[in-house]
């Protein structure tokens, strides 16, 4: 176990070169798009807020997709690199659902005149927010390692299934949200700054997650050799 | 308020969100270096 933390670094250089170079496209993507982008015809300058807006809706279903497929896995294989995954994954996703939540309501105020509304499209990514809230509050309630991880893969497959709802909800139901975009109804100049900032936002999770797992490993192996040494067990390999 | 109030306040939510979780894992990883060390020693 020791030579495995001493082989494993939790930031190591590769990661910390790809984070700057995250942050080194986020920051040309966003001064793009707001370069590029003439004012809309009935919003004017707000629809720069979609720029941040758009991309964090959909990076955070892009979370939650990961949270879904790994607590699959987790319950398939036990393996808690999984577990450790997931919790990562909803940890970022649970951000970028608050986040996206804020400014849509910032955009909603000058456009729809309110700050809230009680919207299906709204109402079910709220739901979404409070029920990854609810799994990251699960995690810090269960100490043992193995009902954590079971439970945890339970509430996300679960809460995943708000994702479609979310997504179909602008079909399925008559909202003020409007209908999601296609290439074919928007003009080119906001097709460029919307899909750059989809990439830099996916680069930005993919470099979180990485990250976060990383550190998620390493503090478990720690702990697990502690708990072994406090119980006098053999080592074991707890990574 | 003008659309230039709330195009601000919009960047500002969505920078401070990134930059918060950004801080907030940078500490993480910190931590988790310095367990890793401790335990190498």
Known sequence: ?239 | MSNWGYIGMAYGLAYIALAGYALYLRNVCKDAEHLSNEEVR
């Not at chain 1, 649970?94 to 955009?107: E, H, K, P, Q, R």
């Not at chain 1, 919207?119 to 699960?138: K, W």
Request: aromatic fraction near 16%; glycine fraction near 6%.
């Open chain 1, 1 to 239: 176990m020791k030579t495995w933390l001493a082989n494993y670094p939790v930031r190591p250089r590769w990661l910390r070169i790809l984070g700057w170079s995250v942050f080194a496209f986020f920051v040309a993507t966003q001064a793009i798009a707001w370069k590029i982008s003439p004012p809309d015809r009935d919003m004017g300058h707000l629809e720069k807020i979609l720029y941040v807006h758009v991309p964090g809706a959909w990076v955070s279903f892009v979370a939650f997709t990961c949270v879904f497929v790994a607590s699959i896995m987790y319950l398939i294989t036990r393996d808690i690199k999984h577990d450790l995954f997931a919790a990562s994954a909803a940890e970022i996703g649970t951000v970028l659902t608050g986040m996206t939540l804020g400014l849509g309501s910032i955009w909603g105020r000058p456009t729809w005149g309110v700050w809230w509304t009680w919207d299906p499209r709204i109402l079910t990514y709220t739901v979404l927010l409070l029920i990854f809230i609810s799994y990251l509050a699960l995690r810090s309630f269960v100490d043992d390692e193995d009902r954590r991880a079971r439970w945890s893969a339970a509430v996300g497959i679960i809460g995943f299934l708000d994702v479609p709802i979310v997504y179909m909800s602008v079909k399925w139901w008559r909202t003020l949200h409007q209908m999601q975009s296609t290439p074919s109804t928007i003009a080119r100049e906001y097709i460029i700054g919307m899909d750059l900032n989809a990439f830099a936002f996916l680069f930005i999770f993919l470099y979180f997650v990485i990250a976060r797992y990383r550190a998620a490993r390493v503090m478990h192996a720690v702990e697990s050799r502690r708990e072994d040494a406090a119980l006098g067990v053999g080592e074991a390999m707890h990574v």
